[in-house]
C-alpha cells in the first residue's frame, strides 16, 4: 500500500484548501478511504470515510458542512476539499485505508493562521 498526499499548505481563517491523495499497491476501487488528521502531541483524528464507489460520505461532527471528500477511482485518487477553515483545523492530513490510520500516507501538513 503506498499512499501520497499532497495540497497542504498555509490558509488563512476563512479559507479553502483542497488535499489529494495518490494510491497505489491496492484494489483501489474496492476500498472505503479515509482522511485522518493529527496535532502534534494528540492522536490522530478521524476526519472522513467515503465509499468505495463514492455513494456515500462520512464526516466528523467538527468538519460536517465545512469539509467535502470525494474520489476519482479511474486515477486512483480521493480529496478532501475544506472550506470555512478554522485554526482549530491546523494539523497534519493523511489519508488511510482503514478510520484508524493505520496504513496512511506520510501526510501533508494544513496551517491555517492569519
Known amino acids: 500500500v503506498q499512499l501520497v498526499e499532497s495540497g497542504g499548505g498555509l490558509v488563512q481563517p476563512g479559507g479553502s484548501r483542497r488535499l489529494s491523495c495518490a494510491a497505489s499497491?491496492?484494489?483501489?476501487?474496492?476500498?472505503?478511504m479515509n482522511w485522518v488528521r493529527q496535532v502534534p502531541g494528540k492522536d490522530l483524528e478521524w476526519v472522513s470515510t467515503?465509499?468505495?464507489?463514492?455513494?456515500?460520505?462520512w464526516y466528523a461532527g467538527s468538519v460536517k458542512g465545512r469539509f467535502t471528500i470525494s474520489r476519482d477511482n479511474a486515477k486512483n485518487t480521493v480529496h478532501l476539499q475544506m472550506n470555512s477553515l478554522k485554526s482549530e483545523d491546523t494539523a497534519l492530513y493523511y489519508c488511510?485505508?482503514?478510520?484508524?490510520?493505520?496504513?496512511r500516507g506520510q501526510g501533508t501538513q494544513v496551517t491555517v493562521s492569519s
Open positions: 488511510s485505508t482503514d478510520p484508524l490510520g493505520s496504513s
Open positions: 499497491g491496492f484494489t483501489f476501487s474496492s476500498n472505503y
Open positions: 467515503i465509499s468505495s464507489d463514492g455513494s456515500n460520505t
